[in-house]
C-alpha cells in the first residue's frame, strides 16, 4: 500500500463512499395498502375453501406492486394479503377487479377429504371479471360478496 499513488487511494475513498451511499437509494417505493375483509356466500350460505383474489384495476399491468389474496373460513371470512416478495396484511387502494374461485387440494390428505365432499358450483360472476370492488384509504371489513 506504501507505494499506491494518491489517486489511487482518492479513487478507493470514492468508491467506499459510493458503496456506503447505495442502501439509502435502493429501496423501491411501496403503494400503500389498507386493511381488508369480508364475507363471502354462495346462495345465501357462508362458503369455506374459496380463494378471493383482487386485482388493482390501474390502466397498466402492474403499478406499485401485486394484487391480494385471502381464503374463506367456515363462516365466509377472509382477510386479504398482498402477493408480494414482502406480504404486507391488505390491498393496494383503489378499484379492483374481484375473483373468486374455489381452492384446490394441496396434498394428498386435503385431495381425499375434497373427494368426499361434493364439489363447489360457484356461478360465473364469481371469475368473470364482472366483480369490483374499491378499497377505501381507510380500509374495510365490509368487502362481502354475495354469490
Same mark, same amino acid.
Given at each position: 500500500m506504501?507505494? &499506491? +499513488?494518491?489517486?489511487?487511494?482518492?479513487?478507493v475513498?470514492a468508491a *467506499?463512499?459510493?458503496?456506503?451511499?447505495?442502501?439509502?437509494?435502493?429501496?423501491? /417505493?411501496? *403503494?400503500p %395498502? *389498507?386493511p381488508?375483509?369480508? %364475507?363471502v356466500t =354462495?346462495?345465501g350460505?357462508?362458503?369455506?375453501?374459496l380463494v =378471493?383474489? @383482487?386485482l388493482?384495476? %390501474?390502466?397498466?399491468a402492474e403499478?406499485g406492486g401485486?394484487g +391480494?389474496?385471502?381464503? %374463506?373460513d367456515a363462516a365466509?371470512? @377472509?382477510?386479504? $394479503?398482498t402477493?408480494? &416478495?414482502?406480504p $404486507?396484511?391488505?390491498?393496494?387502494?383503489g378499484?379492483?377487479q374481484?375473483?373468486?374461485r =374455489? $381452492?384446490?387440494a394441496?396434498?394428498?390428505?386435503d385431495?381425499k377429504?375434497?373427494a368426499a /365432499?361434493p364439489?363447489?358450483k360457484?356461478?360465473?360472476?364469481?371469475n &368473470?371479471?364482472s366483480?369490483q @370492488?374499491?378499497v377505501?384509504a381507510?380500509?374495510t371489513?365490509? *368487502? &362481502?360478496f354475495?354469490?
Open positions: 506504501m507505494n &499506491d +499513488s494518491p489517486m489511487q487511494a482518492i479513487a475513498a *467506499a463512499a459510493l458503496l456506503c451511499c447505495v442502501p439509502l437509494g435502493c429501496g423501491a /417505493k411501496r *403503494a %395498502t *389498507a381488508v375483509s369480508g %364475507t =354462495v346462495a350460505k357462508p362458503q369455506a375453501n =378471493v383474489s @383482487f388493482p384495476q %390501474t390502466g397498466k403499478v401485486k +391480494s389474496m385471502g381464503v %374463506t365466509g371470512k @377472509f382477510t386479504l $394479503r402477493a408480494d &416478495d414482502e $404486507r396484511d391488505g390491498a393496494l387502494i378499484k379492483h374481484v375473483v373468486i =374455489v $381452492r384446490t394441496e396434498r394428498a390428505e385431495e377429504a375434497a /365432499k364439489a363447489i360457484l356461478p360465473s360472476e364469481a &368473470d371479471g366483480l @370492488f374499491e377505501p381507510g380500509g371489513t365490509a *368487502a &362481502d354475495q354469490l
